[in-house]
C-alpha cells in the first residue's frame, strides 16, 4: 500500500495580510498511518511536529536515503514521552528526499500525530 500523504501547512509570515483572520494561524495535526507511514513533499523548507496524545511512551521513525557518499541515517524508534512534542527541520534534504520527491516518516500507533509545516521564503 502506499503511504499516506499528510498535508503540508504553509506558515504565515513574515508580512501577513492583517488584521489576521481566525484560524489563519492555527495548525492542524493528523494521526500517523501505523499500517502504510505517511510521507510529504519535502523541499527543505519543512519543519515536522510530532505530538504524543497517548497515555505511554511511543516511537516515530524518519526515514533516510543514502547521500552522495553512500551514508544513511534513519532515526529509528525516538522515543516521545506521555504528552510530550517533538520537531525536526530536514532542512539539508539529500539523505532524506525519497526517489518520488517525498520524506517518509512513521509511528508506533495512530495516538501519535504529525503536522507538517513549510516555511514562508
Known amino acids: ?5 499528510l498535508t503540508v501547512q504553509q506558515v504565515v509570515g513574515p508580512y501577513p495580510v492583517l488584521p489576521l483572520t481566525a484560524l489563519v494561524l492555527a495548525v492542524t495535526f493528523a494521526a500517523a498511518d501505523v499500517a502504510n507511514g505517511n510521507s510529504f513533499p519535502v523541499t527543505g523548507k519543512e519543519v515536522i511536529l510530532v505530538q504524543n496524545t497517548d497515555a505511554a511512551p511511543q516511537t516515530i521513525t524518519l526515514s ?4 552522495g557518499l553512500n551514508r544513511t541515517g534513519d532515526v529509528t524508534a525516538y522515543s516521545l514521552p506521555i504528552g510530550a512534542f517533538a520537531a525536526f ?7 532524506w528526499k525519497q526517489a518520488d520527491g517525498n520524506m517518509y516518516i512513521s509511528a508506533a500507533t495512530a495516538t501519535v500525530k504529525f503536522a507538517i509545516l513549510r516555511l514562508p521564503s
Request: contains cysteine; glycine residues 6%.
Open 89 to 95: 527541520c530536514p532542512s539539508q534534504i539529500t539523505g
Open 1 to 5: 500500500m502506499p503511504k499516506t500523504a
Open 64 to 67: 533516510s536515503v543514502a547521500d
